[in-house]
């Protein structure tokens, strides 16, 4: 397989016609636009609640708090799951606090109104004390749809959703080449940023900075704009970039110079890197064949399901409006930016490492450093005091500057370059979707 599922590649996606709409400062700090994304854009599509394996058994349940509501999902008999928002419909206590539990009711802790796995509630005190008789097995939690894909739980808030897999389009066909199912997530993270949830986005729709934020990756990221794919999917609102990896980047002095990590990189599959002094932009196809020759019988059947280039090089895929997966053929990245219940010039940010099962495999390099293969536990990190990963502390390092200098009566709407047309794209979406054209 050595296409980029070509049959989606064409010149109207690689190079999206866009208006050249102005990106005000004020859509990154005003509640007008908080408040117009949040009815208009959060509630309308579909969102990740939490990994699939964390529901084992009938009644066992996750939850996930977005922007001011709250989504609690259980498992059911059938070991399908629904959906319900996390809150009482007595008068409106939230029902759940952690991220997952279970157990064959839910419990509201003001009244003790009990409700069962499917929402159905069971017990309400004095239940005869209603003026349309006995709620009990009629009245119901509020359900919304849920999904599951790719490991992951997914819900969308809006009663006239498109299917999930309608709504990822193209993605869902290019990212299950990784075969993600059964995938374990061994880095969570989370912060509150002080920034709006779009200043992450704008920079996860664009690798203009990746030469002065990260400049350490062009020793084995190829980031040269000419030889990068950058695509929307229009009828989606979803994109993708596509980078070239174990191959040095054409912006370096010496392009052909071998330097860590592409060295290890060719050791990892058993080639030798003095093979490749002078020439280490072949390394990569190189590898490509190794990984042909040598994946399966080190466990990792998926290669089989995914192209040469998914071999080696970064797909980042950004699904509309805020959750960018960057793929590679050892596990991917969330990184995600949510907005925050209350204040637009802030946002919550989630950073997850996601890696296959191989046998044998008990400690993983992550964006973190090592860890156990194993789930991992939330932590939820205070923006500043400790790491969300190096390549992610890069990017949030210019976050604030962004967000103080995006008040400035100086800033006119910017002026991007062709390569950063994703990010123009985005907030036309945006605009379009708000209805907001000012």
């Known amino acids: 397989m050595t296409d980029l599922h070509a049959q989606y590649i064409s010149e109207e996606t690689v190079v999206p016609t866009v208006r050249g709409d102005a990106i005000t400062g004020e859509r990154y700090y005003s509640k007008k636009w908080m408040d117009a994304e949040w009815e208009n854009v959060f509630t309308k599509v579909w969102h990740i609640g939490g990994m699939l394996y964390d529901l084992e058994e009938p009644g066992d349940w996750i939850s996930h708090n977005i922007g001011p509501d709250s989504v609690l999902m259980i498992m059911q008999d059938d070991r399908s799951v629904k959906a319900f928002y996390n809150a009482c419909i007595h008068r409106g206590n939230r029902l759940v606090w952690s991220d997952m539990g279970g157990g064959e009711r839910i419990t509201c802790s003001y009244h003790a109104w009990q409700f069962g796995k499917d929402g159905t509630l069971l017990h309400a005190q004095d239940a005869e004390n209603f003026d349309g008789g006995n709620p009990c097995g009629k009245a119901k939690l509020t359900e919304i749809s849920c999904d599951i894909w790719g490991g992951f739980v997914w819900f969308n808030m809006d009663e006239d959703t498109k299917s999930l897999r309608e709504w990822l389009g193209p993605l869902d ?37 990746l030469p002065t934020l990260h400049p350490e990756l062009a020793t084995f990221i190829d980031d040269d704009y000419k030889d990068s794919v950058f695509q929307t999917f229009n009828d989606c609102g979803h994109n993708r970039m596509i980078m070239k990896g174990c191959q040095p980047s054409m ?17 990892n599959w058993n080639l030798n ?8 932009r072949e390394a990569r196809v190189a590898i490509q064949k190794a990984m042909r020759e040598q994946g399966a019988e080190r466990g990792y059947p998926a290669f089989d399901t995914m192209t040469d280039s998914q071999l080696t090089d970064y797909h980042h895929c950004t699904l509309w409006p805020n959750i960018s997966f960057t793929m590679s053929s050892d596990g991917f990245q969330v990184l995600r930016s949510e907005p925050h219940p209350k204040d637009p010039e802030q946002c919550i940010f989630d950073h997850w490492f996601i890696m296959p099962k191989v046998e044998g495999r008990t400690e993983v390099e992550t964006p973190l450093g090592v860890v156990d293969f194993a789930p991992a536990d939330k932590e939820t990190i205070i923006y500043g005091e400790k790491s969300l990963g190096y390549v992610a502390d890069q990017d949030m390092s210019v976050v604030t500057g962004q967000q103080i200098g995006l008040h400035s009566r100086g800033y006119k709407g910017g002026m991007l370059t062709k390569q950063e047309r994703r990010v123009q794209y985005f907030h036309e979406l945006l605009n379009d979707a708000c209805d907001i054209h000012d």
């Open 273 to 280: 890197p003095a093979d490749f002094e002078g020439r280490s």
């Open 173 to 209: 066909e290019i990212l299950s080449s990784y075969q993600m199912d059964g995938m374990v997530r061994v880095l969570n993270v989370s912060s509150v940023v002080p920034c709006n949830w779009k200043i992450i986005r704008d920079n996860f729709n664009e690798s203009y900075h």
């Open 251 to 267: 912006r370096l002095d010496i392009p052909n110079s071998m330097q860590a990590p592409l060295d290890d990189m060719l050791k």
